[in-house]
């Protein structure tokens, strides 16, 4: 997922996203303690993932209340 495109969501779009990717990872770490993860790099990529989502919101979130000041 590129910035571009997590930059074009709605906030509320972007909580939604951040919750499905944070239940994937959770997914992904039982498949791991399993031993059933079939693509161990997914793992990272969806961590970095949540990241770059978490931080658009951040970003929308601060420019939201600096734009109502």
């Known amino acids: ?22 239940e994937e990872l959770f997914n992904l770490r039982f498949q791991a303690k399993m031993g059933q993860l079939s693509n161990p790099l997914r793992m990272r990529m969806v961590k970095r993932d949540i990241a770059r989502l978490k931080t658009v919101v951040t970003e929308k979130k601060h420019a939201t209340s600096s734009s109502q000041k």
């Open 1 to 22: 997922m590129k910035v571009s495109e997590v930059k074009e969501l709605s906030l509320k779009e972007l909580l939604e996203k951040t919750s499905a990717m944070e």
